[in-house]
């Protein structure tokens, strides 16, 4: 049986503060089975945007251990964190975090020619026919509305059908509308992808879309609910 996506095996994250230590999490543990979709809650500073990082190996736990597809985060230098993110992470941001110099087929051509994978010109034409700008290739984001622009960033996360798929309050800077638009079409595409989804979100009609809630309060998981 294959290990579980994500594991966080007691997991404390401190940071200074002047002359005091805060502590962001304490002793978490929270375990992901591929496939699953899971949305992070709670209140701000609850710790939730600190898990996410840890998760992604952007940021590394005062203890405790995170694994992820079975690899150790911990036991990882930069390189090989950086190698991982590639290959086997998607990421979906609030501010969508194009880059404003390339096209949008540029941008969703990145993470393609960084994995070396064949064919990266189609399939990077096929994620922006499917997600509705077959006629806006070739405009730059200051071209795009914000959510053309964030279905721009929903095909460059799944350009390489990423096992995971991490987003940070992937509708926070959308309108209702287009925010349910663009949460419909992550989900399309991550259950097309077979992508394990963790999401953080404040808004509790992003997090019903989730098939498990996981509520933390003082970096402590208080609630873990799943659908039945």
């Known amino acids: 049986m294959p290990p579980a996506a994500i594991e966080c095996i007691r997991v404390t994250k401190r940071m200074s503060s002047g002359a005091r230590v805060l502590t962001i999490l304490a002793e978490l543990d929270l375990s992901v089975e591929r496939g699953d979709s899971v949305a992070i809650v709670g209140p701000s500073g609850s710790g939730k945007s600190t898990l996410l990082g840890l998760l992604a190996g952007l940021d590394r736990p005062t203890d405790g251990e995170v694994r992820l597809l079975g690899e150790s985060l911990g036991e990882l230098d930069e390189d ?52 509705g700008l077959a006629e806006r290739l070739h405009h730059y984001p200051s071209q795009l509305s914000g959510g053309e622009q964030q279905r721009v960033a929903l095909a460059r996360a799944f350009a ?65 609910e799943r659908d039945a």
């Open 80 to 131: 090989e964190l950086a190698l991982l993110r590639r290959h086997h992470v998607g990421f979906v941001f609030q501010d969508f975090q194009l880059l404003a110099n390339i096209t949008a087929i540029e941008n969703v051509l990145l993470p393609l020619e960084l994995s070396g994978a064949d064919g990266a010109d189609e399939r990077a034409t096929e994620l922006l026919q499917r997600v």
């Open 160 to 224: 390489t059908r990423p096992p995971v798929l991490l987003a940070d309050e992937p509708t926070g800077n959308l309108d209702g509308v287009t925010g349910g638009a663009a949460l419909d079409l992550m989900y399309e595409l991550r259950e097309q992808a077979g992508s394990t989804l963790v999401l953080v979100t404040h808004d509790p009609q992003v997090a019903e879309r989730a098939r498990r809630r996981v509520r933390l309060v003082d970096g402590r998981i208080v609630s873990d």
